[in-house]
């Protein structure tokens, strides 16, 4: 048993040492702005809705899409990929059992709404720092570098990010494309 502990916990620290490594390379290779395609935004959420639905019905989150009007960008895919799966991944890892996620498409602009934990006004301006974690997100095997890589994405594109918290209540994130 001591033994299968300890191969569980190499495994584990190995398999989260080669995620830092990776989430490190994307970050440092995000300047190449070639293979701009149209994308529709409304097919990337559903795309990411399916490939989260475990951790959504894990923690018994129901994640609800509103396109008022249609929303499609011209940039590069795998770009807009990691952008819209690292909001929707913390929506969802800092979000409370049986709590929701609201992503409201417009034709300029996007809000991702959630009731997670919420962010301290005084640390709002931090959250896109390399490495930065709420203290009470901790806990959760994080690095700190997911808002990272959305600012940067955000900045090559010239996309605007504004960002809504309390703590307790929830964060909503509006995106301008």
Known sequence: M??????????TGLSFTNNLIQA???LSN??????????DIKEVCEKLEKSY??????????????????????ANREYTEIFLSNLLSNAI???????????????KSMTLQ???IGIAQENIGKIFDRFYQ?????????FGIGLSLVERIASI??????????KGVGTTIKIGF
Do not use: H
């Open 2 to 11: 001591r033994i299968l502990l300890v191969i569980l916990f190499y495994t």
């Open 24 to 26: 490190l390379i994307s």
């Open 30 to 39: 995000l300047d190449d702005l070639n293979n701009s395609e149209s994308i």
């Open 53 to 74: 639905a475990e951790k959504l019905k894990e923690k018994q989150i129901s994640l609800q899409i509103i396109t008022k009007k249609p929303l499609t960008i011209q």
């Open 93 to 107: 890892k800092y979000n409370r059992k049986k709590g929701k996620i609201i992503i409201t498409l417009e034709e």
């Open 114 to 116: 959630d009731t997670g």
């Open 134 to 142: 709420e203290s009470e997100s901790r806990d959760t095997n994080s």
């Open 157 to 166: 594109y010239k996309w605007v990010i504004a960002v809504e918290s309390e």
